[in-house]
């Protein structure tokens, strides 16, 4: 993934929960963040954040800096701040992830530096189908913390921040049983990788797959070939996801009337803008804001 453009950071409480902004800890299921961000999500990283994706069930593709990963749950993989990464869920793939600030993860670790195997903690990927106590372990504890998340009992602050730790302990003891990665052909990466930069800058354009075909310097045929062996999934698609993450976004997260938003997102009829956004998120845009707005 090394490349000569800055690599983008997500700061997931400022995009995507802005409830949690200056949270120390933010999680959700799997599942919410994949309907909003879509099943692929493009080479980024997390400054001042570990990140970590428990994958309970369906599979995963997964790109830690130049490693990949193909693996299926029980899983999870764990990023540091500084490792670039990105990763494609199948439909059915269901979860927790869990964004962490940094001082908590390097407080256990000074705490008790056997957690580490070195110096420093890399990135892992570890398959859990050889650890059932700990896959128990586990989701009791995750399903602890979402219980905690949406409550607003006593002492909740005290309750998530040692929920947290102890699902840190528990993963950082695993990490050992890291998976060996899968050779990747780095030309198909950097195709891929350059696809999705095009699609950041211009999909509010509507550029026709032709023309990003073109910026990356390949064939329509070759690009999606290659869309399909990195993230199972056509080139068109990749475009339309993020196309759909954006009007998420204003939905959630402006007074804008979906026809503004339309107009917004590059659409010239808000009749085709609420045919396209159904036909994906199998609801109106007017459906979704009121059903997000009662899970927030």
């Known amino acids: 993934m090394n490349d000569r453009k800055p690599i983008p950071n997500i700061n997931i ?52 800096d130049d490693q990949q990963y193909l693996e299926s749950g029980p899983m999870f993989f764990i990023t540091p701040p500084t490792v670039a990464h990105s990763f494609v869920t ?49 989701e009791f504890l995750f399903e602890e913390l979402s219980n905690e998340i949406n ?30 990665a899968r050779p990747a052909r780095q030309e198909d990466l950097r195709i891929f990788h350059r696809f999705n930069e095009l699609i950041e800058h211009h999909y509010l354009q509507h550029w026709p797959l032709s023309r990003y075909a073109e910026g990356v310097g390949v064939t329509e045929a070759r690009l999606n070939d290659v869309c399909r062996r990195i993230a199972d999934l056509p080139s068109k698609r990749l475009v339309l996801e993020r196309v759909m993450q954006e009007a998420k976004r204003l939905l959630l997260f402006t007074g804008s009337s979906a026809s503004e938003i339309c107009y917004q997102l590059g659409f010239k009829d808000p009749a085709y803008f609420s045919r396209f956004f159904q036909r994906y998120a199998h609801m109106t845009p007017g459906e979704y804001r009121l059903q997000q707005s009662g899970l927030r």
């Not at 954040?49 to 997964?62: N, T």
Request: some cysteine.
């Open 151 to 180: 409550t607003a009992g006593a002492g909740r602050s005290s309750a998530l921040d040692n929920l947290t730790r102890l699902i840190m302990i528990n993963l950082l003891r695993l990490c050992a049983n890291s998976l060996q």
């Open 13 to 64: 409480g400022q995009v995507y929960d802005q409830r949690y902004s200056d949270a120390e800890v933010h999680y959700d299921k799997l599942g919410n963040l994949a309907d909003f961000f879509g099943r692929n999500m493009p080479v980024h990283r997390h400054d001042r954040f570990f990140q970590v994706h428990y994958v309970k069930s369906g599979s995963v593709r997964v790109y830690l």
């Open 90 to 138: 199948e439909a059915d793939a269901d979860g927790h992830v869990l964004t962490v600030r940094q001082q908590l993860v390097w407080g256990l670790i000074d705490a008790d530096p056997a957690l580490v195997s070195g110096s420093q903690l890399p990135a892992a990927c570890v398959a859990l189908a050889q650890f059932p106590i700990e896959v128990r372990r586990l």
